[in-house]
């Protein structure tokens, strides 16, 4: 395991042994407080943890240098689980070996990951940290079911605009590619907008479609997994089984002003990229540096528990404080 601060390890330890050793104190001092400094002792070590950034090796990519601006727009709505991708494996399967490609075509330049369902969200600002890019598209799930309320095609649109313009501001000049990554299901009731607003921002890109005709059923997300899977059932019975909308995908790549490209397992993408990056600049693919997969989120879920332990606590004692007060 190896550790990644954004912070100099120095300041990091300082605070870090003054944050852990005054809850330490406290637990000492005040035994009959123990169980609430015990919980803010591990809250401490949690947060100087997570800041650390603790990460293990996750393979390699290549180095290089193109000076270009990516933008991966991502479709995460329950119908990117659908098992029509090669060997019934789910969509998002595809979309992530293809945001390797791209990761690796365009090694070196700045890569920002925006996902779609029934919200935008901006996953990833602009990163040259392609390693970062390749995780945390591996560890995307789809949307929860619970929480869906119909996902638009075009909910993107407006981040994915101001991205742009934000990145434009920043670095004026540098070519903007788009890689719009979905299977164009509508299942919002107002119709989707159109992309051609952000045409003008755009200097190349692709619009990648995702499943079949024939379509495939999707496994059913929720908060925990199953012990065998559970399918999005359809209200007229049996599994509910999702399609590709090429027409749909095909409208949005006219409206940005790129070319539509239907993915399938047996085709790889990095030939379709060869192309640009031989208009963006030339990048040395013969040598390697070490990927790592961030484990930091990981310590969230402890301490978001303990966190919520922490203000129950100090909310009942309010309560009693006001009881003892009105008395």
């Given amino acids: 395991m190896t550790f990644l601060p ?5 300041v990091l330890a300082i605070v870090g042994i003054a944050l852990v050793g005054l809850c330490a104190w406290r637990l000492v001092a005040e035994r009959g407080r123990r169980i609430h400094w015990i919980r803010r ?7 100087v943890a997570m800041v650390a950034r603790p990460g293990v090796p996750g393979g390699e990519v290549p180095t290089g240098s193109i000076d270009v601006d990516i933008f991966l727009v991502i479709d995460t709505s329950q119908s990117i689980a659908a098992e029509d991708w090669g060997q019934g494996e789910p969509r998002i399967e595809g979309i992530r070996d293809d945001v390797r490609d791209v990761a690796y075509a365009f090694a070196g330049s700045n890569i920002s990951v925006i996902t779609f369902d029934s919200e935008p969200e901006l996953r990833v600002p602009l990163t040259d ?5 390749i995780e945390l598209v591996n560890a995307l799930r789809p949307e929860i079911g619970f929480f869906s309320q119909g996902s638009s ?5 407006d981040t994915l605009q101001q991205e742009i313009e934000r990145a434009e501001a920043a670095n004026p000049g540098s070519p903007t590619l788009v890689f719009y990554m979905g299977d164009g299901e509508q299942t919002a009731e107002a119709p989707p907008q159109s992309f051609d607003t952000v045409a003008p921002l755009v200097d190349a890109g692709f619009v990648l479609g995702y499943g079949t005709e024939q379509g495939g059923r999707m496994q059913e997300s929720s908060f925990e997994q199953p012990t065998e ?3 999005v059932q359809d209200p007229a019975g049996g599994d509910a089984v999702s399609r590709i909308d090429e027409g749909a995908l095909e409208d949005i790549a006219s409206q940005l002003g790129v070319s539509y490209l239907h993915r399938s397992a047996d085709v790889a993408l990095a ?4 192309a640009m990056t031989s208009q963006q600049g030339e990048v040395d693919l013969s040598e390697y540096e070490e990927a ?10 402890p301490l978001f528990l303990l966190l919520a332990w922490e203000l129950f606590v100090f909310a009942s004692a ?6 003892a007060g009105r008395r």
Avoid at 41 to 47: E, F, K, P, Y
Avoid at 153 to 157: D, E, L, Q
Avoid at 318 to 323: A, I, K, P, Y
Wanted: proline content about 7%.
């Fill in 271 to 274: 030939p379709s990229l060869e």
């Fill in 292 to 301: 790592r997969l961030d484990l930091y989120w990981v310590l969230a879920v």
């Fill in 41 to 47: 002792t591990l809250m401490a070590v949690l947060i």
């Fill in 229 to 231: 899977p559970v399918y």
């Fill in 318 to 323: 309010l309560r009693l404080r006001s009881g």
């Fill in 6 to 10: 954004d912070i100099p390890v120095a």
């Fill in 153 to 157: 095609i075009s909910a993107a649109r």
């Fill in 129 to 133: 940290d392609g390693s970062a890019v």
